[in-house]
């Protein structure tokens, strides 16, 4: 109870932060792109909790994955490993700066149900509420 | 020259015997004098995270939206 009231007073200073990450995600939604689709066995995992998002930026294992669920974060993780060593150096970053805010984004983008992983290592799904984020999050 | 080449050769064994008589206390010293640690029973753990400091995470947060944006079937 007291942990909620913190956090409460501590997301009240960036409200306008918020609303704004809110709006371009409204306008990214709103604009149809040429997405691909998620894997659908990657979406069942998701879908299922039994992967999820961590705050390095790459997905996990929130219960012990069967061979195939590993290797499909295995996968997953090199793939988003390369987008995320691409942007690094175009933006003149770190790959671990690059990836750790691409986790703070993603964790920010879990739906309810959904599994992400607190900066305290721990396993939590999502609800309706703000999802438990390093400090450094914008 | 016979003379300059032995006495060279025997310059280079004395700079070698001088190495040794050198070498040898020094290594006896570093042995007698060796620092003990004790190994840590819990595992050394390094955080990473302070390269990461907020102000960057905040320049590259729209370049991060963009790139989930155009490769959302990897994340």
Partial sequence: ?138 | MKRNKSGARRLAIDVRHVAVMIGAPTLMGALAGCVQIETPDKPIEINLNINIRQEVVYRLDGDAKKLIEQNSEIF
């Fill in chain 1, 1 to 138: 109870m007291g942990k909620n009231v913190m956090r409460m007073t501590k997301w009240k200073p960036t409200g306008w932060a918020l609303a704004a990450v809110a709006a371009t995600a409204a306008v990214a939604l709103a604009v149809p792109s040429a997405m691909a689709q998620r894997d659908p066995a990657y979406a069942a995992a998701r879908a299922a909790g039994q992967i999820g998002e961590q705050p390095d930026g790459y997905l996990g294992f929130a219960t012990t994955p069967t061979p195939a669920i590993r290797a499909l974060v295995q996968d997953l993780n090199i793939k988003r490993k390369a987008a995320y060593t691409a942007s690094a150096q175009s933006t003149g970053s770190t790959v671990e700066q690059f990836a750790f805010t691409s986790g703070c984004n993603l964790i920010a983008k879990t739906k309810p149900g959904e599994k992400y992983q607190t900066p305290g290592g721990a396993w939590k799904t999502r609800d309706a509420s703000p999802p438990e984020r390093d400090a450094r999050c914008p």
